[in-house]
């Protein structure tokens, strides 16, 4: 694992709120425990987002998600403020943001991704599903940005 990688984490860990606090009142080896715990949690969600092919970051007016097939990590932060998403598209995460979409009302009728790589063969209805890459082409009409796309590249 890389040193800038573990550096975030636990800076990220340290300026929580609750670790702070434990800190101050003199608890720190509690802060300590709950810092190593916090930094091992997120190490695990980087190492899934590396791994899993349906895993991707999404960037909305709400927030920010990392999918994870079955798990979601969110923020309701933009990227910019949610260090782990920003690392997991900087180690190559696909990255959706959705802020310039103005069609809110086919976004949300969009199917979801996928959890466990398999597709639905007939996606349409509740609980609908679609491969990454469909998302990602049904999506990008609508105006959104897509940064590491997992799609083959074409030539012209």
Known sequence: MQTGVLRVLRATAASWWRHKELRRTGQTGQAQQLERETVL??????????????????????????????????SFAPIERFPLATLAVARGTPFIDIRPVTDVIAFANLP???????????????????????????VEGLGARIINDPRPRQSI
Do not use: M
């Open 41 to 74: 949690r997120d190490l695990g969600y980087l190492k899934q987002a590396a791994s899993l092919p349906n895993a991707h970051v999404i960037c909305g007016e709400g927030g920010t998600f990392i999918y994870l097939g079955w798990t979601t990590v969110s």
């Open 112 to 138: 979801r991704v996928t959890r466990d790589g398999s597709v639905d063969p007939e996606p349409w209805g509740p609980g609908r599903s679609v491969s990454l890459t469909t998302y990602n082409d049904t």
